[in-house]
């Protein structure tokens, strides 16, 4: 077999690391230490439980349910290679907004080269969130955004964790998100979106949380993976929780925020879009925003 400098270069530095979101292990990823191997399941599993089963996060009065359906394959063990099934596994009113189906599995995208191909706003007058402000372009990613701020911040406040060398940058993090954890279509980042493409990568703020702190069926939970993608050191074994307020002119602000705010068009269209909360000041929310193409980076709400 023959092969060029190029491919030799491919092969020692992974230069070309890319992948789809939910077939993608980490070293393919990020050049991080990693493996993920979901192909197995999607052989004893119909399309929607897979990826229920990969993604879902649930609770352990849902894991003794989804038990007793697999125990009826005679699955006794997803590891035990071993076991023959009876049937194909799969289970009941499964939602499939979990579920990649093509064309949104068509965008892969060569993730090595995405930080260079990030836009950012730099040096903007934010205190507790990072100065260089990602542009999310023309994707619906505002929620892992938004979650991967959150995540840096807590690392670094919560746990006093340095990242000395680069292992759990924003674009890394938000690389595990969208393709390892909770995979959505990354179009719209490197390509123009069709408008169906667009419209999945939306999802609600509430499932991204659930996911990061609960496992799934088959997966750890979303910190988890987070946490132990990097070489060493990592940061700290921990758990991850987070907790819903209301805010008024009274909240007490102690952290950074993720915020639902909305956009209302002229044309009478309702728009809503994952903010961050930077700091409350005399009165006004203090908010980072990713959309560059629909509003200015930092955004003041003022309370009267």
Avoid at 100 to 124: A, H, R
Avoid at 181 to 188: E, K, T
Avoid at 207 to 220: N, V
Avoid at 274 to 285: K, W
Wanted: net charge neutral; with cysteine; hydrophobic share 35%.
């Amino acid at each position: 077999m023959k092969f060029g400098a190029n491919d030799l270069k491919w092969k020692t530095n992974l230069i070309s690391v890319s992948g789809s979101p939910g077939f993608s292990n980490q070293i393919q990823l990020t050049g991080n230490y990693g493996e993920e191997e979901n192909y197995f399941y999607f052989l004893i599993c119909d399309w929607k439980t897979s990826w229920s089963l990969l993604y879902r996060p649930i609770d352990e009065k849902e894991r003794k349910k989804i038990n007793k359906i697999i125990q009826n394959c005679n699955i006794q063990n997803f590891n035990n290679e071993s076991d023959v099934i009876t049937q194909i596994i799969s289970l009941p009113n499964v939602s499939n907004s979990f579920c990649l189906d093509d064309p949104n599995l068509t965008k892969s995208c060569q993730m090595s080269s995405l930080k260079q191909k990030l836009t950012k706003f730099v040096n903007l007058d934010f205190q507790n969130l990072t100065k260089n402000v990602f542009d999310q372009k023309l994707s619906n990613l505002c929620v892992p955004v938004s979650v991967t701020t959150l995540i840096r911040y807590a690392m670094k406040t919560d746990l006093d964790f340095e990242d000395k060398n680069d292992e759990y940058t924003f674009d890394k993090i938000l690389t595990i998100l969208t393709m390892r954890i909770y995979p959505r279509s990354l179009a719209g980042l490197n390509l123009n979106p069709k408008k169906e493409e667009n419209d999945f990568q939306t999802n609600d703020v509430e499932t991204m949380l659930e996911r990061i702190c609960k496992k799934t069926y088959l997966k750890d939970s979303g910190w988890e993976i987070v946490r132990t993608q990097g070489q060493y050191p990592e940061p700290a074994k921990s758990t991850c929780e987070y907790k819903k307020v209301t805010l008024n002119q009274n909240f007490v602000f102690s952290r950074p925020l993720t915020v639902t705010g909305a956009y209302l068009f002229s044309t009478g269209e309702l728009v809503f879009h994952q903010m961050t909360v930077d700091r409350i000041e005399n009165n006004t929310f203090i908010l980072q925003n990713t959309d560059f193409n629909h509003s200015p980076v930092l955004v003041l709400i003022n309370f009267f």
